[in-house]
């Protein structure tokens, strides 16, 4: 789980220094994708805090949920209604979801050795 959270890192990192340009049009579809990776490294996290992570199930949905979530988007931008709204709304709970999970499990931790 740490060479996950050390490639989060250094992509974040990357990222940040080098100046790429993405055209507008394909910003939404960065962007869900990009929703779509956090939410799985959230449960990622989780997973991990719990001793239940497995990284053949960690890597199939990073990518799988990204490529869904912006084909929806393209279906979505085909047929003009806007599915966008249906995936930030999905990712957007389930990310905040993780996080609550991540939270209780650390006080549960904390708890446990006696340091809360």
């Not at 055209?23 to 869900?32: F, K, Q, T």
């Amino acid at each position: 789980m740490s060479g996950v959270i050390i490639g989060v890192v250094v992509g974040v990192v990357v990222a940040a220094l080098t100046n790429i340009h993405i055209p507008s049009a394909y910003s939404l579809y960065v962007a869900i994708g990009i929703l779509a990776a956090m939410d799985s490294v959230c449960g990622g996290i989780s997973a991990s805090i719990s001793k239940n992570f497995n990284l053949k199930i960690f890597l199939t949905g990073l990518f799988f949920n990204s490529i869904v979530a912006i084909a929806l988007v393209y279906l979505g931008k085909s047929l003009g209604v806007d599915l966008s709204l249906a995936a930030v709304v999905v990712f957007g709970s389930r990310i905040i979801q993780n996080f609550a999970i991540i939270r209780r499990l650390l006080l549960n931790k904390l708890e446990k050795k006696g340091k809360i």
